[in-house]
């Protein structure tokens, strides 16, 4: 069964830069049909797609959140991460990771989420 | 502003039918049958229901169930249960430049 577990700092300082993990077990990151995603919730909202990467260096990004984010693969840790420049309160958010099938678009394996304040 | 727009809330009576639309644009919704329906229960991951417009993941009721028009997709929920009082997020694949766009979420609650 693939599991994701999302890992990071709590508390991040505004302008500073979020960075996130997400461990993937149970699958091998380079799989052809798997897309790694990161969503976003703010405290109350939906759910806001960030980005996703796959083998092969191919990325995807938010257009509105584009400028600020940057995704990468360790294929040996068999993590992906996520890096979100520039931070305000705006992006305190729960982040999930999460598996998306490419032959059907759907995100079937979530992470937990993991609460991430900007404060100072 | 969601990119895909569902209605805010909806409910229905226990054991009756509840239904809601995810409306998009030729780009999203209406180009590709990559349209995605997601449960989340408070402080709970999302859960996958409904994927391909109208396919269902192994263990999930066949209560649920979604279809297409158009630029507008729907999940319809029969015989509603106390279980199902949760969020559901509509998603679909939205291009090259917008790979992933989601709905702004439902809360369905079950009277």
């Known amino acids: 069964q693939l599991q994701l577990q999302e890992s990071g700092p709590g508390l991040v300082r505004p302008s500073e830069t979020l960075s996130l993990s997400c461990t993937v077990s149970?699958?091998?990151?380079?799989?052809?049909?798997?897309?790694w995603g990161w969503i976003r919730q703010s405290p109350g909202k939906g759910l806001e797609w960030i980005g996703s990467i796959r083998s092969g260096e191919r990325r995807y990004y938010n257009p509105s959140l584009k400028s600020r984010v940057t995704t990468s693969i360790d294929t040996p840790k068999n993590q992906f991460s996520l890096q979100l420049r520039s931070v305000t309160a705006a992006d305190t958010a729960v982040y999930f990771c999460a598996r998306l099938a490419v032959s059907t678009g759907k995100h079937d394996f979530w992470g937990q989420g993991t609460l991430v304040s900007v404060s100072s | 502003q969601s990119a895909l727009t569902q209605p805010p809330s909806a409910s229905g009576f226990a054991g009756q039918s509840v239904t809601i639309s995810c409306t998009g644009t030729s780009s999203d919704v209406g180009g590709y049958n990559f349209v995605s329906w997601y449960q989340q229960h408070p402080d709970r991951a999302p859960n996958l229901i409904i994927f391909?417009?109208?396919k269902r993941p192994s263990g999930v009721p066949d209560r649920f169930s979604g279809s297409k028009s158009g630029n507008t997709a729907s999940l319809t929920v029969s015989g509603l249960q106390a279980e199902d009082e949760a969020d559901y997020y509509c998603?679909?694949?939205?291009?090259?430049?917008?790979?992933?766009?989601f709905g702004g979420g439902t809360k369905v609650t079950v009277l």
């Open positions: 391909g417009v109208t």
């Open positions: 998603s679909s694949y939205g291009g090259s430049d917008n790979f992933v766009v």
């Open positions: 149970g699958a091998s990151i380079n799989s052809d049909d798997s897309c």
